[in-house]
């Protein structure tokens, strides 16, 4: 006959065992990255870097969100369900930095670590994270440009939105370099064209009516060179227009091919997902970032830490990838 006190003894025990184990699951931290929007292939490629850690490391639990549209009150209602449900850590790709800085500040009031990335100005992150110096980026591309065009002509450049630091810097970037071409002649700059490709080819669509003579186009969003690329293959100048921009290579392959698109720049998503999340792991465990240590991925292997904007950091790589017509095929993204 079996001892019902013992039966009940083990339950007891077994139900404390997993009333802790559970009590665990729930204690594991939680970083959640917030990107621009969902769906974009780059963030896509991002979502793949956050997971990445996440299993690399199973103290952490990691996962990435965004709004359906590029559209900055929509990320900031998501960041603030997180504060809500306080979880552990915020990485976020802010749409418009400036107008996240109220619900970020209400998430570290909570004991939440923030981190940003292509945020350099914001004041409520522990650390913002760059792939590179932003305005040498945008120079980069402006060189590009120029010498494509023969240091002469008109050219535009285009944003994601006049919110998005990073690519007002790039474009601003651009724009400094090109003074050094005094035949050069900047038109319409910062064209917005909030991450969508439809935008961004019809804004093209319509500098190229406006003027018909320009050169140079600078694409700033991730998808701003698909818009006008298409815009340009379209009008079939190809061969009298210069178009560089970020950009991924399997969004911009084929404008590549026919010369729509001249050449694209970028740094890996992936790679930027997984040292966000790392980064803020590091902070939840009050790990030190130094500078010049070794983040343990392409790119940051030797970062610049200086003082942000706030009382965080900033934590700059040297990420950059350059890619024409003749090596985007190695590239599977």
Known sequence: MPDFRKIAACTVALSTIWGAAAAMAEEKPSIVTVVKVTGENWFTRMAEGVAAYGNDNDTVATSQIGPGKADAAQQARLIEDLV??????IAVVPMDA???????????????????H???????????????????????????????????????????????????????????????????ELV????????DAN??????????????????????????????????????LQDKTCVFGIGLPKDTGSYLESGAVDGISFWDP???????????????????????MDLGVPGYEKVTVKKGAGDGIIVVGEAWVDVDKSNYGKYPF
């Open 188 to 195: 319409s700059e910062k064209n917005e064209s909030f991450n």
């Open 199 to 236: 935008r961004a080819y019809e804004k093209a669509r319509e500098i190229l009516r406006k003027y018909p003579d320009i050169k140079g186009f600078q694409g700033g969003s991730a998808i701003d060179v698909i818009g006008i690329g298409r815009a340009v293959e379209e009008a079939g």
């Open 270 to 292: 992936k790679d930027a997902g997984y040292v966000m999340n790392k980064v803020a792991d590091m902070v939840i465990k009050g790990e030190e970032i130094k500078d010049g």
């Open 118 to 184: 292509e945020a350099d100005s914001m004041k409520n992150t522990l650390v913002d994270i760059e792939a590179f110096e932003n305005k040498a980026f945008g120079a980069r591309f402006n060189e590009k440009i120029a010498e494509c065009m023969g240091k002469s002509g008109k050219w535009t450049s285009f944003v994601g939105s006049l919110g998005s630091l990073t690519h007002v810097q790039w474009a601003d970037g651009g724009a400094e370099n090109a003074k050094k071409y005094p035949e050069m």
């Open 84 to 89: 809500a449900k306080k979880v552990s850590a």
């Open 98 to 116: 400036s107008s996240l800085e109220g619900v970020l500040k209400r998430a570290a009031q909570r004991g939440i670590k923030v981190v940003t």
